[in-house]
């Protein structure tokens, strides 16, 4: 009896705060944001730990990692967390070392490249009227346009911005003000989350245990757990595979005498760190400020990143990353999708792994209770026998399928 009454007062509770959270929906959600805002320093910092110990786990294995005891077990950790930190200050030194010394000259061009777009247009409009392949309204309407002062005013909005400067400047003081507040109270936080990463762990696994019934809280950890290794996975795959094709872009636009070559490679290399949607993106920003230079040079650097994207999808993204997220293509395009759509670039960075470990959930509890047996994706790839048969076990154990 005295169950039910809990169980009864427990529906009752979740009922009150479903209530609660659809009746005042709107200050719901405002104190949600503000609470999130406020965080936004912890969760920077978090993310920030959660990328370098990646890093310093791996220092900690080859940092005298059989040492228990002494000054140097004392001095591995925080050895470690500077080397880890060094480590991706260095990463990111290189890729401005190498994009900045261009974007000067690259500005310089696309600037000039619009001060010839009115006698461009021009010789277009002349050349339309003598071989009369566009109707003569659009060519009259093209002829009325002030090209000159178009692209006069577009420079100057592109170089001095909108609206007023005062208020633009002190926006843009405040901003880079509270942008470095945040990243430092970040950096700070992750340094304490990573130097005491054991303890916290000890001590949520200990309230974990007093507060939380066996089968929740060992549920928690599981969870957990398979979120942890699935953008773990995901996070040093990209990685490798993002350097791995900035380089080769790089050679490859050194070989053939390409514009801008450490620039676009490395501008390849980062959007490739977004699944799918990256290839394209670094393809038609590269492309685009080759044409600046060159029409003839900018179908080359297209032909040339059409075959390196071939090659890096069907060898080194196999290779490299496999199948290690777990997650067939299928779904990963769908998560790229709906978290584009749904938080742009970010929704496309988290959203595979986030689906990746929903679906090696789901597969390990229809594998547990027996209802179905999944091939894991890095097995579909294989050459199968003949003979061998993919049986779906079902409550009544028939065989489904037969390949």
Not at 276 to 302: C, Q
Not at 330 to 354: N, R
């Amino acid at each position: 009896m005295k169950n039910d009454f809990k169980k009864i007062l427990k529906i009752c509770l979740c009922i009150f705060l479903l209530f609660l959270c659809i009746f005042y929906w709107s200050p719901f959600i405002a104190f949600v944001k503000t609470v999130i805002s406020a965080a936004t320093p912890l969760i920077l910092g978090a993310f920030i730990a959660f990328i370098v110990n990646i890093l310093m786990s791996r220092y900690e294995k080859w940092f005298f990692p059989k040492k228990k005891s002494g000054i140097v077990a004392k001095i591995r950790r925080p050895l470690c967390m500077i080397g880890a930190f060094m480590t991706a200050i260095l990463v990111l030194g290189l890729a401005i070392w190498l994009v900045v010394p261009q974007l000067g000259s690259c500005i310089k061009v696309i600037s000039s490249f619009l001060k010839q777009i009115p006698q461009l247009m021009k010789d277009f409009i002349v050349k339309a009227r003598e071989w009369d392949f566009i109707p003569r309204g659009v060519i009259d309407y093209l002829a009325d346009i002030d090209w000159e002062s178009r692209i006069t005013s577009l420079v100057t909005w592109l170089s001095t911005g909108v609206g007023d400067v005062v208020s633009t400047v002190a926006k843009t003081i405040l901003g880079v003000v509270s942008g470095v507040i945040t990243t430092v109270v970040g950096l700070i936080f992750s340094i304490y989350l990573l130097l005491g990463k054991d303890s916290l762990k000890r001590q949520f696994k200990v309230m974990a245990e007093a507060y939380l019934p066996e089968k929740v809280h060992k549920r928690t950890f599981y969870v957990l757990r398979i979120f942890k290794e699935s953008f773990r996975k995901f996070i040093v795959g990209q990685l490798t595979e993002a350097v791995i094709l900035g380089v080769l872009c790089i050679l490859g636009m050194l070989i053939f005498r390409l514009p801008y070559a450490t620039m676009i490679g490395t501008l390849i290399g980062f959007t490739a760190l977004i699944p799918i949607a990256g290839a394209y993106i670094g393809a038609i920003t590269g492309a685009l400020m080759i044409l600046t230079v060159s029409p003839a040079k900018a179908l080359v650097f297209l032909i040339f990143i059409l075959i390196l994207q071939q090659l890096e999808g069907n060898i080194i993204y196999p290779r490299v990353v496999g199948s290690s997220i777990g997650l067939p293509g299928i779904w990963v395009l769908a998560a790229v999708t709906i978290g584009g759509g749904c938080f742009g670039v970010l929704g496309m960075l988290i959203g595979v792994p986030l689906t990746s470990a929903v679906y090696r959930m789901i597969r390990e509890d229809l594998q547990k209770k027996g209802k179905v047996e999944i091939v894991d994706p890095q097995d579909a790839d294989e050459p199968q026998n003949d003979n061998a048969e993919n049986v779906c076990t079902t409550e009544n154990s028939e065989v489904l399928e037969k390949n």
